[in-house]
């Protein structure tokens, strides 16, 4: 997919809403892949967002060890491939292989960006401080791309049990000081 | 709006998919409300969730000071109000009052429920250590309402700029151990 570099202030805009993202790790040159929902921004600019990643990850101890992950965005073509993810652990699968997702290198970190994705956000952990108590990593975006062209992107947003949000509908709000 | 009381285990639910949310919370007998859209889940159950509040924020005081609030979720019908009440503040205004929210009691926090919310999440504040760095608070909720036969609400989604996704189209798929 065609990407262009995104500027760092404009990415709360993509996580703010609340999409499903597939977290990249690469550990001893073995890249791996997990569908996360619970991430909130922290700061707009350095983009600065925590997200929730359990020991019980086969994740975890790649995002612990080498402090650096991307965040790609994918949309509801990819629903099925996120839910698989989700469903396997990268313990025992390629999951790349596995759901046909493509790994291209990042410019910022060792871990992957996932080309399907029409969105990925290069990160590094500043944060472990809340990892032991609630497995909260605290990360800032060095580099973010987007798909050339990329309007009003159908994201998907999980609310449990297989059920998705798909990004369809939008309405624009005047933010008038009243 | 007719409620029911939810089983708290079943909050991730209305919190996961990262709609924008209104928090209220009441100091000295006075009540205030702000949108937020900075929440993270940290844990289904007891249901535990971490928040942006900026000091920035009138909010900021009551929460830290009386370590309660109420997190009451949207539908579209309110987008107009949500924009209203994130363009004012507490300090000026009743935005109760100004908005036409109806503030109702709780019952296991001072602060109010909105009637016009479809769903409200009674909140402890458990963790104040990020709020100095993050301005980061976690929050524990202690009884959740749901609008009676609320199937698929239309909530809204912040992607910045009074652009907001609107949750009309959904899709389920199995959740299959592969």
């Not at 999409?19 to 909130?40: C, D, E, F, H, Y």
Request: charged share 20%; net charge positive; glycine share 6%.
């Amino acid at each position: 997919m065609k990407k262009r570099s995104m500027p760092l202030s404009k990415v709360y805009g993509l996580l703010e809403p609340g999409p499903v993202v597939l977290l990249t790790t690469a550990w001893k040159g073995q890249p791996n892949v997990m569908p996360m929902s619970w991430l909130t921004m922290l700061e707009f600019s350095p983009p600065q967002f925590a997200c929730v990643v359990s020991n019980r990850n086969h994740s975890f101890d790649a995002l612990r060890k080498t402090r650096q992950c991307v965040v790609n965005i994918p949309t509801a073509e990819l629903a099925e491939q996120v839910v698989g993810c989700g469903n396997t652990s990268g313990r025992k699968v390629d999951k790349f292989k596995r759901f046909g997702l493509t790994p291209l290198p990042a410019a910022t970190v060792e871990a992957p960006l996932i080309d399907e994705c029409y969105a990925n956000l290069e990160c590094r952990v500043i944060d472990t401080r809340m990892v032991n108590k609630y497995s909260l990593f605290v990360l800032e975006a060095t580099k973010a791309w987007i798909a050339s062209g990329a309007k009003r992107p159908r994201t998907i947003h999980h609310e449990g049990r297989g059920m998705f949000i798909v990004a369809e509908r939008r309405i624009k709000l005047p933010s008038v000081k009243l």
